[in-house]
């Protein structure tokens, strides 16, 4: 087993450090930056059907439900095409709306969770198209599916997913990407920018390894701490939830994700000097916004531990910690900002004694309901 961890102590830090590979991976043969062009042999069969799809519905639990979330943000952005992302165990049990113009898209690193095979069976009933995002080559929900992309990031071993999330994200942006280009919702220039963006995100996510060191020091400060809150806005908000799950998962501390301006009606009751907030707060559109969530949180005497963009001087000046990360396009920024998150967890939970690998309670995929 310790062959199979490469050197490192456990499964999900080795996963986490695999990422600039494993995203490397999920996009390789499929942006094809000097030609200026996309490819998914899964997609272009089905590419006119997904470009004039009424609607798409994501469905899929847990991390790969966040992935769903990151997507909904990009293909209403980039391609105009609207979103709903559904928990799968609901979404089969409400009695959906779901027309043969629907296109589902199905999110599961596994392709063996239960909730998701049966949410897909569902749709299939009604005459929809499903379309999965598949890491498990030959998976159940990959062979249910009437098309679909592989994630490639390679086995996950830890039950705590991470590369598989990124690699979701990337396959899911790239789609967003080619939907947008079809339907000409994203002008050429804007494409080429994003397509030499992803491109050099391997090594940005490479870069934000290297800040390992000061997350541990931080991890100590908060590792007895019970409870921690997320919050992030726009494509940042999906990670606040991934964040606080991580967190959950793994060190049994109670953490919530919220969307930062959500905050407000409800968990800012909770802020006093005791709660530690992790706030998403690169430079983007709601940039100006989450400045003033904050002001708000430290107004409360929070202790704010800031993941902010390099160079950023405003936050920084407001926050306790701050941990920068570097600069991308706002659409690619889950896959850097997430960084720094799976890797608090981590060493929050070596920190607690916590088995990180098998966490109490949590199975790597959930066949049963
Ligand atoms: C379990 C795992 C999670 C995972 C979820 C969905 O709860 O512990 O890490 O996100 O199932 O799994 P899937 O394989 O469908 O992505």
Redesign the pocket.
């Given at each position: 087993e310790s062959i199979e961890k490469g050197g490192y102590e456990h499964f999900m830090l080795k996963e986490i450090y695999e990422q600039p590979r494993s995203i490397l991976d999920s996009m390789r043969g499929r942006l094809v930056a000097e030609s200026s062009h996309l490819m998914m042999s899964g997609v272009r069969e089905y590419e006119n059907k997904l470009a004039n799809a009424d609607r798409i519905i994501i469905v899929?639990?847990?991390?790969?439900w966040h992935a769903g979330l990151v997507a909904e943000y990009l293909i209403e952005d980039l391609a105009r095409i609207p979103v709903e992302v559904e928990y799968a165990s609901e979404f089969r049990y409400r009695n959906p709306i779901i027309t043969e113009k629907d296109i589902v898209i199905a999110?599961?690193?596994?392709?063996?969770?239960a909730d998701?095979l049966a949410a897909i069976e569902l749709a299939k009933s009604k005459g929809a198209t499903i379309f999965g995002i598949c890491n498990v080559v030959g998976s159940s929900i990959a062979r249910a599916t009437d098309a679909g992309a592989y994630t490639h990031a390679g086995p996950e071993i830890g039950?705590?997913?991470t590369k598989?999330f990124t690699a979701q994200v990337t396959v899911l942006t790239l789609i967003a990407m080619i939907l947008g280009s079809k339907r000409g919702t994203l002008e050429t220039t804007k494409l080429h920018q994003l397509m030499a963006e992803l491109e050099s995100i391997p090594a940005k996510v490479e870069k934000a390894l290297e800040l390992n060191d000061q997350i541990v020091k931080i991890s100590e400060l908060f590792k007895d701490a019970t409870n921690f809150l997320y919050l992030g806005r726009g494509y940042n908000f999906p990670v606040a939830l991934e964040g606080a799950l991580k967190l959950k998962e793994i060190s049994y501390i109670h953490a919530e994700g919220y969307p930062a301006a959500e905050m407000k009606h409800g968990p800012i009751a909770l802020i006093d000097e005791q709660m530690p907030v992790v706030v998403i707060a690169t430079k983007d559109s709601s940039y100006e916004k989450i400045v003033s969530n904050v002001q708000e949180v430290k107004a409360r005497k929070g202790k704010v531990i800031a993941i902010v963009t390099e160079g950023d001087k405003t936050i920084p000046s407001m926050a306790d910690y701050v941990i920068e990360i570097p600069e991308t396009s706002e659409h690619l920024m889950p896959l850097l900002s997430v960084i720094p998150l799976q890797l608090l967890s981590y060493h929050i939970a070596v920190m607690r004694g916590c088995n990180v690998d098998q966490p109490r309670n949590?199975?790597?995929?959930?066949t049963v309901e």
């Open positions: 899929a639990c847990g991390t790969s999110i599961s690193q596994s392709g063996e969770t998701t039950v705590a997913s598989a949590l199975a790597k995929s959930v």
